[in-house]
C-alpha cells in the first residue's frame, strides 16, 4: 500500500514532540507499507511556500501553512492513503481525500482550541489554522489520538466527530537509541558537574511548556541542585524576553543554573538526560509529551505535570511524581495558583534530591515502563492496521 505520510516537521527539521514521533514512525512504517514523506523542505518529497508569502507578519506564516498543504495534496498522486500530522499538514491530507478519492487518517498531537495562546504568534493566523484543523478532523476518515486523555478532548472539542472514527494509538520511544549513557563529556562541556544532582529541562518555550511555573519552583529547590534548560528560542519576543529575565533573577540567587538555548544533537540530550536525578515536565498542555518516555528510557526519574497524557505515561510513586493541577477559567490550561502549583512541584522535586536512591529506583522503573508499553514496532503494526481496515 503506498502511504503520502504528510508533515511539518522531519529530519534534520524536528523541533518537538510530533517531528519525533513522525521520524520514527515512517521508519518502523515501512516494514509493512511503502512510505513517502512529504514535509516542509525535508523528507522524500520536500516542500516550500510560494515566494509571494515570503514575510515576517504572522499571518503569512498561517498562509505559508496552507500553500504548502495544496503542494503536498498535489504531491499525493497515486497514494492509496493519506496520513497527515498537526494542522500544518492536516488540510493537505483533507485536500488529498478531495483531489484523489482517498482515505485521509489525522494524528491529533494538540488541538487549536486548547492552545490559546497562539494568536499570539500567529495574530489572525490562529483563526486560519482553527480553520484547517477543524475541516480536516471532522472530515477524515479515521483520527489518531495520541492518548485517551486526547481522545476525550477531541470529542470534546469538535462533537461533530463520531466517536467510532477516533482512535488511540500511543506515541513511542525507541529504547535502543534512548539508553543511558554513563560518559560525561557533553555535561562537562557545558559546565554541568556530574557528581551533582540536577533537574532538567527539555522543550520548546511556549507557553503550553510551563517553562515560568518550572522558573518559579526553582527558586525553592534544594541549593545542592542544577537546573539544566535545554530549551531553544521562543514562540515570541515577548515570551522569550519574560523567561530570559526569570533566568537571570534565578543566577543571581543560587548557582547550577544553565540555560543551552542551542538545538543540541540527540546523543547529547541523551547523556544529560541520563545523568539528570530529575527530569521536570511542568506542561500545561500535553496530549502524550514524548519527551517524559525519553527521559524514562534513559533512567530519569519524572516530576511532571498531572494532565492530558501524561498520567498514561507517568505512573505515581513508580516512575515519578505526578503534581496536581487546578486550571483557571481562560481555556489556557494555565493554574488557577501559579504560586501553589510552583511549589507543589518544587516539593516533589526536592522529595527526589533528598533521596537518591528512590529517583533511581524511579528511573529503573521508567525505563521499564519505557521499553515493555511504549515500543515502536507494535505502534507501527497498529497503525498499518488501521490503514487496512480504511482501504480494504
Not at 491530507?93 to 494524528?107: D, M, N, Y
Not at 537571570?248 to 547529547?268: C, S
Request: one cysteine or more.
Amino acid at each position: 500500500m503506498k502511504i503520502a505520510l504528510m508533515t511539518r516537521e522531519y529530519p534534520p527539521e524536528v523541533y518537538g514532540g510530533a517531528g519525533v514521533h513522525v521520524e520514527y514512525l515512517a521508519r518502523e512504517l515501512r516494514a509493512f507499507e511503502e512510505v513517502t514523506v512529504h514535509a516542509w523542505g525535508t523528507g522524500d518529497v520536500p516542500h516550500t511556500a510560494w515566494d509571494a508569502l515570503r514575510g515576517d507578519a504572522p499571518e503569512l506564516a498561517a498562509l505559508r501553512a496552507v500553500s504548502i498543504d495544496l503542494t503536498m495534496s498535489a504531491g499525493a498522486q497515486g497514494s492509496d492513503l493519506a496520513h497527515s500530522h498537526t494542522w500544518y499538514a492536516n488540510f493537505g491530507g483533507h485536500l488529498a481525500k478531495l483531489l484523489w478519492g482517498i482515505p485521509h487518517v489525522a494524528t491529533v498531537h494538540s488541538l487549536e482550541p486548547l492552545r490559546p495562546w497562539k494568536e499570539e504568534q500567529l495574530g489572525g493566523g490562529y483563526r486560519l489554522s482553527s480553520f484547517c484543523e477543524r475541516t480536516a478532523l471532522e472530515n477524515a476518515d479515521a483520527v489518531i489520538a495520541v492518548s485517551n486523555g486526547t481522545r476525550g478532548d477531541i470529542l470534546r472539542v469538535y462533537p461533530n466527530i463520531d466517536p467510532d472514527r477516533v482512535h488511540v494509538i500511543y506515541n513511542g520511544i525507541d529504547t535502543a537509541e534512548y539508553t543511558p549513557d554513563p560518559t560525561t563529556d557533553v555535561l562537562e562541556r557545558h559546565g554541568i558537574d556530574p557528581a551533582k544532582p540536577s533537574v532538567v529541562f527539555v522543550g520548546r518555550i511556549t507557553r503550553q511548556k510551563g517553562v515560568q511555573y518550572l522558573l518559579e519552583a526553582a527558586k525553592a529547590f534544594d541549593p545542592s541542585a542544577q537546573l539544566v534548560l535545554c530549551a531553544g528560542s521562543a514562540d515570541t519576543p515577548e515570551l522569550g524576553a519574560e523567561v530570559e529575565r526569570r533566568v537571570e533573577e534565578l543566577k543571581a540567587t543560587r548557582e547550577g543554573v544553565f540555560w543551552i538555548e542551542q538545538m543540541l544533537p540527540k546523543p547529547d540530550v541523551i547523556q544529560i538526560l541520563s545523568h539528570a536525578t530529575v527530569f521536570a515536565c511542568p506542561s500545561i498542555y500535553e496530549p502524550l509529551g514524548i519527551v517524559n518516555l525519553e527521559a524514562m528510557a534513559c533512567e530519569a526519574a519524572v516530576v511532571a505535570t498531572a494532565t492530558g497524557g501524561i498520567v498514561e505515561v507517568v505512573v505515581d510513586d513508580e516512575t515519578g511524581y505526578l503534581v496536581p493541577i487546578e486550571p483557571g477559567d481562560d481555556g489556557t490550561g494555565a493554574p488557577r495558583d501559579p504560586a501553589k502549583f510552583a511549589a507543589d512541584f518544587a516539593q516533589r522535586v526536592n522529595a527526589l534530591i533528598a533521596d537518591p536512591a528512590k529517583a533511581a529506583a524511579f528511573g529503573k522503573a521508567g525505563r521499564k515502563r519505557a521499553v515493555e508499553a511504549f515500543a515502536w514496532p507494535a505502534i507501527a503494526a497498529q497503525t498499518s492496521q488501521l490503514y487496512r481496515d480504511l482501504v480494504a
